[in-house]
Each structure stands twice: as structure tokens, then as C-alpha cells.
């Protein structure tokens, strides 16, 4: 149950991203996003049907979803964001980076949901709330916490000795 919430999560992703223009359904569906986020980790877990496939299913539900809010900040924002490129490539980068040091490490795809990451995406997921009412600036907060996540993340992958894709930081395993 929980991977068809995570897979039905991917699928509204992708028509999120082309309601941009309609901001109330936008809306709508972005809230149906936010909630089966919660809601596959929650059923995963009362049902005790926490799996791998499950979690890579969630990562990619994740990142998904930051490349739709990326973009759809970018085109809401027009030449105000042209600021923020510099620092959303950086986090593209360190992310993409991630991802290659796990498939060379661990051979496999892995975005862990470490605490820092778990608070940029929630930063990540109110940021098009506040772009509405075209308050812009909760962006460089957001670009902080993003970046410092990010390598947070990595020291995890170029220290840990196995992949723990539930991790909560660099203190604790």
C-alpha cells in the first residue's frame, strides 16, 4: 500500500509541474503531494511493509519533487531568482555528486533521509507558499539549509562503511 501511495506521489509530481500556470490547482495538487509524503512513511511503518524499494521510491518521489518546485520557482520568479542560480547549482551539484559517489560506493541509488535533509525538504516543500505571496526571501534560508544538508550528506557516503539510507546525520547512525 505504501509503494502505490509513493507511486501515485510520482505521478502527480509530473502533472504538478505542468499546473504551474493554474495557481489553485497547483495548489491542490501540491498539497496532495505534501500529504502522501507523509502518509507512505506513516502506512510503511504501522504496517511493519518498510522495504528498500519503498525508500528508493520515496528518494525518488523527493527528488522529483525538487526538480518541479526548482523549476516552477524559476519560472514563477522570472529575473528575481537569477540571484539564487548560483546557489541552486551548487545544490545540483553536491546532490548529483551524492548520487555518483552512492552508485560507485554502494552501487546503487541513494538519497538518505537524514534529519538536515528531511528539514531542506520541508523548507523546499512551504517555499512555493511563500512565492505566492511573493515572499522571496525564506529562499536564501532555504539555500543554506539545502547546501549545508547536502555535504552533510556527503561526508555520510565518503565515511560510512555501508549504506544506511535511514541515517539521521553525521552523529548519529
Known amino acids: 500500500m505504501a509503494n502505490i501511495i509513493s507511486i501515485s506521489r510520482i505521478v502527480l509530481l509530473l502533472a504538478l509541474f505542468f499546473s504551474f500556470h493554474n495557481a489553485s490547482l497547483f495548489l491542490v495538487l501540491y498539497l496532495v503531494c505534501g500529504l502522501s509524503d507523509v502518509l507512505d512513511g506513516y502506512v510503511a511503518r504501522k504496517t511493519k511493509t518498510q522495504s528498500e524499494l519503498g525508500a528508493r521510491l520515496d528518494s525518488m518521489a523527493d527528488l522529483i519533487l525538487f526538480t518541479v518546485i526548482t523549476l516552477s520557482i524559476i519560472l514563477w520568479m522570472g529575473n ?16 548529483c555528486t551524492n548520487l555518483a559517489i552512492a552508485a ?37 534560508f532555504v539555500c543554506f539549509v539545502a547546501i549545508l544538508s547536502a555535504a552533510e550528506e556527503s561526508i555520510i557516503h565518503l565515511t560510512s562503511p555501508r549504506l544506511n539510507l535511514n541515517r539521521r546525520s553525521i552523529f548519529k547512525e
Open 104 to 140: 560507485y560506493k554502494y552501487r546503487s541509488f541513494a538519497i538518505l533521509h537524514t534529519w538536515g535533509n528531511k528539514l531542506a525538504g520541508f523548507l523546499l516543500f512551504i517555499t512555493p507558499l511563500f512565492i505566492l505571496y511573493r515572499q522571496s526571501v525564506i529562499l536564501w
Open 80 to 95: 528575481e531568482v537569477r540571484i539564487f542560480l548560483p546557489w541552486i547549482i551548487i545544490i545540483v551539484l553536491i546532490r
